[in-house]
């Protein structure tokens, strides 16, 4: 029969804990060989991800492919055919001067859309704040260098791309299972688990 945990930790704090550092949930609750395996294992993996895809595998939303903010300008023009106004919408990356027609960043004007355009993001933000910090290296690998069109970081394509995405996201889903068992286990005291 495996030790139970003598610590009294809330549910809540296990699952925060165990988002901010990948096996931490389980070192509150006192079970060291599982937190750390959990750790190495969701930490590894993702590294693992961005050394086969390089760092520019991660597509955050609200940034275009060349670092920049993207903002949602809507243009309207008439048709003759039909006789009357067409509104459209369109993203751009963001250049320093406001167009005409400028209705905002896209994470303002439409967040659900823009998310829906990155759906990897969701699985990848799962493995904390080590998928944060990657993404703002992926924003700034993705900007040009001085005055050249060029970006600091090359993204990487066809399977090395899709395989470092995937391992990313696999890392993920991984936390998040560990997030979910250490809270389960936090929140029910009595079992033997």
């Given amino acids: 029969m495996p030790a139970r945990s003598s610590r009294n930790v809330p549910a809540p704090l296990v699952a925060l804990a165990s988002w901010l550092v990948p096996g931490a949930g389980y070192l509150l609750l006192g079970q060291k060989a599982r937190g750390l395996t959990i750790g190495i294992t969701v930490l590894l993996l993702f590294v693992a991800g ?20 993207l903002i949602v300008i809507q243009d309207s023009d008439y048709t003759r055919d039909s006789g009357r106004y067409v509104v459209a919408e369109r993203m751009v990356e963001d250049v320093g001067s406001p167009a005409p027609g400028t209705l905002g960043w896209v994470m303002q004007v439409h967040p659900l859309d823009e998310i829906r355009n990155k759906p990897w993001f969701i699985a990848q933000v799962l493995a904390g704040p080590i998928d944060l910090a990657a993404s703002w290296g992926s924003v700034v690998a993705s900007r040009s260098v001085g005055g050249s069109t060029q970006p600091r970081g090359a993204r990487s394509h066809a399977r090395t791309n899709e395989l470092g995405v995937l391992y990313t996201a696999v890392a993920g889903m991984l936390n998040l299972l560990a997030v979910i068992d250490a809270a389960s286990r936090a929140g029910s005291e009595g079992d033997d688990r």
Avoid: F, K, S
């Fill in 50 to 69: 961005l050394l086969i895809g390089g760092i520019r595998v991660l597509e955050v939303p609200g940034y275009g492919d060349h670092g920049q903010p």
